[in-house]
């Protein structure tokens, strides 16, 4: 028997929101049993709330986006991964803007806010929900693959393949929640140049800069442009170093990208409103092939 489990007290964080630029603040509140994840829109009028429920997703173009009662979170993905990651069933969060704070690009900060406030042990039994059968879902427009079969445990494993001469093909693997803090939660989100160029120009990463994304370079850019992008971000130059990355980052793992991507997956599991136990295996996951793979599996369990 398993205890569900919420926050010992409340705790904030603070920073902009990587799409809209909202300077915003998060606060993690403790919340009774059979509570589940849900935010709370303080900054708007009655302060409705948004159940972090699959059903509730509306947008995955850039991230994933739930709403509810005409009431939007942008980009809740890293959050659900944290508080999965540090085993909360139950909490409350306020948020006085749009968009969670992006941090540094991955779920590390918040990892470490939530272990520093601590956990406590609710009387109430945790549900699960037990897959019986393998189930698979397939996007052959995209060539992503996501199968979840039965097991004791919940664990992932993920194969990504950009295709490209910058990023290999990468795996990652997590077989236990006890090396998420570690080795899944520092890993940070990533584009390609084109991609960011491209965003850049649409005013579609407005909170955006070099501290909170790994940026890959696969062809040789001119230094006019790398200058036009020093710009853009309010900085004085951008250089492209080893492994085809711009400016001073450096990867944490050599298979960082495709432990993001676990993270990321987490995250959008996590709108599965309990816990799961079963094997993923993913292939090219990404936010919406995700969102539909937790439609399907609710649907085969109902």
């Given at each position: 028997m398993v205890k569900q489990r919420t926050i010992k007290s409340e705790v904030s964080i603070s920073g902009v929101g990587l799409h809209t630029g909202q300077n915003g603040v998060l606060t993690f509140r403790p919340a009774e049993v059979n509570h589940g994840i849900k935010f709370r829109r303080i900054d708007v009028e009655g302060q409705p709330l948004i159940d972090a429920r699959v059903e509730n997703v509306v947008d995955t173009s850039r991230g994933t986006t739930i709403e509810q009662n005409g009431v939007k979170v942008y980009t809740v993905e890293h959050i659900l991964a944290s508080l999965k990651g540090s085993d909360i069933d139950n909490v409350l969060i306020d948020i006085n803007c749009e968009e969670p704070p992006i941090?540094?690009?991955s779920a590390k900060i918040m990892m470490e806010k939530l272990r520093n406030?601590?956990?406590v042990?609710?009387?109430a039994e945790r549900e699960f929900y037990v897959v019986k059968k393998k189930i698979v879902y397939y996007h052959p427009k995209v060539g992503c693959e996501l199968t979840i079969e039965p097991a004791e445990k919940f664990t992932i494993d993920v194969k990504v393949d950009y295709k490209s001469q910058v990023l290999n093909v990468q795996e990652a693997h997590l077989e236990s929640f006890d090396d998420f803090e570690e080795e899944i939660a520092p890993c940070?989100?990533?584009v390609f140049f084109q991609e960011l160029e491209m965003l850049l120009q649409h005013n579609l990463i407005k909170g955006g800069d070099l501290s909170n994304a790994i940026v890959f370079?696969?062809?040789?850019?001119?230094?006019e442009e790398l200058r036009h992008v020093a710009k853009l971000f309010n900085i004085d130059s951008v250089g492209v170093y080893d492994g085809g990355i711009l400016n001073n980052t450096s990867l944490y793992f050599e298979n960082e990208p495709a432990r993001h991507k676990l993270l990321d997956l987490v995250g959008d599991m996590t709108l599965l409103g309990k816990p799961?136990?079963?094997k993923v295996t993913a292939y090219?996951?990404?936010?919406f092939a995700n969102t539909e793979f937790v439609k399907l599996?609710?649907?085969?369990?109902?």
């Amino acid at each position: 028997m398993v205890k569900q489990r919420t926050i010992k007290s409340e705790v904030s964080i603070s920073g902009v929101g990587l799409h809209t630029g909202q300077n915003g603040v998060l606060t993690f509140r403790p919340a009774e049993v059979n509570h589940g994840i849900k935010f709370r829109r303080i900054d708007v009028e009655g302060q409705p709330l948004i159940d972090a429920r699959v059903e509730n997703v509306v947008d995955t173009s850039r991230g994933t986006t739930i709403e509810q009662n005409g009431v939007k979170v942008y980009t809740v993905e890293h959050i659900l991964a944290s508080l999965k990651g540090s085993d909360i069933d139950n909490v409350l969060i306020d948020i006085n803007c749009e968009e969670p704070p992006i941090l540094d690009g991955s779920a590390k900060i918040m990892m470490e806010k939530l272990r520093n406030v601590g956990s406590v042990e609710q009387n109430a039994e945790r549900e699960f929900y037990v897959v019986k059968k393998k189930i698979v879902y397939y996007h052959p427009k995209v060539g992503c693959e996501l199968t979840i079969e039965p097991a004791e445990k919940f664990t992932i494993d993920v194969k990504v393949d950009y295709k490209s001469q910058v990023l290999n093909v990468q795996e990652a693997h997590l077989e236990s929640f006890d090396d998420f803090e570690e080795e899944i939660a520092p890993c940070r989100t990533f584009v390609f140049f084109q991609e960011l160029e491209m965003l850049l120009q649409h005013n579609l990463i407005k909170g955006g800069d070099l501290s909170n994304a790994i940026v890959f370079i696969e062809k040789y850019v001119p230094e006019e442009e790398l200058r036009h992008v020093a710009k853009l971000f309010n900085i004085d130059s951008v250089g492209v170093y080893d492994g085809g990355i711009l400016n001073n980052t450096s990867l944490y793992f050599e298979n960082e990208p495709a432990r993001h991507k676990l993270l990321d997956l987490v995250g959008d599991m996590t709108l599965l409103g309990k816990p799961i136990l079963g094997k993923v295996t993913a292939y090219k996951p990404g936010h919406f092939a995700n969102t539909e793979f937790v439609k399907l599996i609710l649907k085969n369990l109902k």
